[in-house]
């Protein structure tokens, strides 16, 4: 079964700075895909990035980037110049590419704080 | 509607009572999905339907669980004889097609089992 653990709990960063949340998963498959979701309180799952695991190519989006070290099986998020509303929790995700295997397995979630 | 709506938002149950949590998702989408978040966790994986087919329950913790999507559209779980282990936010999520697609989630029901 795969995996997805999210080493840090919490992290905070200075509004404007940049931070890197980490996640590594674990499986025997070679095509899959890996997500990253904020969850603000309001509870609703937003998706951040996605990134196909058979791209060699980094995903970006605005000022979020991964960094996808497939070998490694690391999958870090990058925000760039923080703002206020990044704040919330964030979850890495897998899903297999399989057809019918529909599901995500989520990581434990990291909450970010941004200090003005 | 222009997004996935789940009903009610809160719900405090006493042990041993039958709960029933509603979702409607995107109107057209094919696949629904419910997810179990703990406190404090990441969500995890309940059932998945493909219009009104269950094609995986492999999530379900117990037979006290059940979900259903009779016409394609709208889906109810049902909890049956709830314990305090339940106590979690419930999320519905629903994509347009059965395959790799976007998935848009709902705010959550958040139970409370006393």
């Known amino acids: 079964a795969q995996t997805v653990t999210q080493s840090q709990p919490e992290m905070s960063v200075q509004e404007a700075e940049t931070v890197t949340l980490s996640c590594t998963y674990d499986?025997?498959?070679?095509?899959?895909?890996l997500f990253w979701y904020k969850q603000p309180p309001s509870r609703q799952m937003i998706l951040v990035i996605r990134q196909e695991a058979y791209k060699q190519q980094n995903a970006t989006e605005n000022r979020f980037s991964v960094n996808f070290q497939k070998a490694a099986k690391s999958f870090s998020l990058k925000i760039s110049d923080s703002q206020l509303g990044d704040a919330a929790m964030y979850f890495c995700?897998?899903?297999?590419?399989?057809?019918?295997?529909?599901?995500?397995?989520f990581g434990q979630g990291t909450r970010l704080t941004i200090n003005p | 509607g222009a997004g996935v709506s789940q009903s009610p938002r809160y719900k405090v149950a006493k042990r041993g009572q039958d709960v029933a949590l509603r979702c409607d998702p995107i109107s057209g989408h094919v696949s629904l999905f419910w997810y179990q978040q703990a406190l404090g966790q990441g969500p995890e994986f309940l059932t998945y339907?493909?219009?009104?087919?269950?094609?995986?329950k492999s999530g379900l913790p117990s037979d006290r669980f059940f979900a259903e999507r009779p016409e394609g559209s709208v889906s109810t779980l049902k909890i049956q004889r709830t314990q305090q282990e339940d106590s979690a936010v419930y999320l519905c999520a629903s994509s347009a097609g059965p395959t790799n697609e976007k998935l848009f989630f709902g705010s959550g029901t958040q139970l409370s089992v006393l």
């Open positions: 995700a897998y899903r297999s590419a399989f057809w019918g295997a529909q599901k995500l397995v």
């Open positions: 499986t025997s498959e070679s095509d899959y895909y």
């Open positions: 339907f493909q219009n009104e087919a269950q094609l995986d």
